[in-house]
Every structure is written in C-alpha cells, then in structure tokens.
C-alpha cells in the first residue's frame, strides 16, 4: 500500500500570511524548485481562513467572547461541558468549539474554518500545474482532537489530487488473509506526518511529502470520502 520510503519537509520561504494576501502565488513562489511531480503539499488550515478572510474580531479582553460565533458555525451541538462545546459545523466536521481558534493569529481576532477546504485544495493543486508544470497533490490540515483519546493530531479537512481513503477491502494481508472492513484514511496521515515537522508555533505553514504510494493520488474529496453520513455513525 505504501512507498519503501517517505521524506517530509517544510515548504521554506513562506513570510507571514494576513488577511488578503495573494496565497496562491506565494505558494507557487516558495514552491518553485522545491516540489516535483507526485508530492504532496499540507498546508495548514489558519492560512487558508487568513487569506481567504474567514477572521472575525472578537473582544481581546474576554477569553469566551467567541462562543456566540461557535454556534452560529454549527448545524448542532452535540455534547457540552462546562465553556466546552462539540459541535457539527457546516461542513459536517465535529469538533470542538466548530473549529474556531484563537492560536496563531492577531490579538483580537479568531479563524474560523474555511468555507469550502476542498475547493480551496482544489484551487491549489490547479494553479501548481498551471504556473510551475507540476502535478501534486493537496491536502488542507487542521488540529483536531480525538475521541476515547488524550491529546490532538492533525487531520485532512480538504484535499485535492488524492484519495482520501485507501479501501483494502477485499485485499489480503501479511499472511493471506482477506480483509473485510479495512479501509485507510491516508489523508489524515499524511496530514499527522506534516504536522510533526511544522509543530504549532513555528511559523512553518506548509509542507511537502514526498514518496506516497502512487495508487493514493487520483480524485476525491475530504468532504465525500472521508466524513461519515449521520445514518453511519452510531454516536450521534
């Protein structure tokens, strides 16, 4: 399923991102002799919502003054605890407090989560092709918790050039066996191994992997493939 080897690096040459900047060619022009045909690039959630103006000004001086915004970026709520919300936002992600954050970001204001993450990838991917001749993959990665489990990890909340899910239903394993239920999120995982070169406080938004297994690239979509229909879900 994978590739004998995989080498992850931050994307050099990005300056800091604010509302309004020209993102797409600032990648294009960091990316320029560093990428190549087959990578893939994970570039974080917070620039994507700076420049594409999804930050609101909030009261600096009050640490909840965002919670208004929390429900009105959430189709429902699903558990509460004490300043704590789970949400489903609207673009079916559950999370906490619907993705707004208040890290890396100007004293005052908060990121909520972008509009549409997988057409912002898709616009990535198409302007790496049109002005470097490059075919990669994106993905968009965001920090998330996780259920039953302590600490966060990053997640894909839009990609582009891959498929998000590896099905190796019907394959077999090590020793011959068929597997019946396994399928792979690759997106996430890729999305996770970015993460633990850029970090949360190094101003290192971009990164690119490189040696994916070239059956993963192809179409798909964070939204179609890897959110769970309701009707599946035996927790809401």
Do not use: Y
């Not at 560093?34 to 700076?50: C, N, P």
């Not at 189709?75 to 004490?82: A, S």
């Not at 068929?178 to 970090?199: F, K, R, S």
């Amino acid at each position: 399923m994978s590739g004998e080897r995989l080498e992850v690096f931050a994307l050099e040459g990005f300056g800091e991102i604010v509302p309004g900047d020209d993102l797409l060619t600032m990648l294009v022009d960091a990316a320029r002799d560093q990428v190549q045909d087959g990578d893939v690039l994970v570039v974080t959630q917070k620039i994507v919502s700076k420049a594409e103006g999804q930050m609101v000004d909030v009261d600096p001086d009050d640490p909840l003054s965002h919670k208004p915004l929390v429900l009105e970026e959430s189709v429902r709520v699903l558990r509460r605890r004490g300043e704590l919300i789970i949400s489903e936002t609207k673009h079916g992600f559950v999370c906490a407090n619907a993705g707004i954050d208040r890290s890396n970001v100007a004293d005052g204001q908060v990121a909520l989560l972008p509009v549409d993450s997988d057409r912002s990838a898709r616009r990535m991917q198409d302007v790496m092709r049109a002005r470097l001749g490059v075919e990669v993959a994106v993905i968009i990665s965001d920090t998330f918790g996780r259920p039953w489990r302590r600490g966060v990890t990053d997640v894909a909340i839009g990609s582009a050039g891959i498929q998000p899910v590896a099905d190796l239903r019907g394959h077999p394993d090590a020793l011959g066996r068929i597997m019946q239920v396994t399928e792979v999120c690759v997106a996430d995982e890729i999305a996770a191994a970015a993460d633990l070169i850029l970090g949360k406080s190094k101003n290192t938004p971009v990164a690119v992997v490189r040696g994916c297994d070239p059956s993963w690239f192809g179409p798909g979509s964070v939204r179609q493939d890897i959110v769970r229909d309701p009707k599946d879900d035996l927790f809401r």
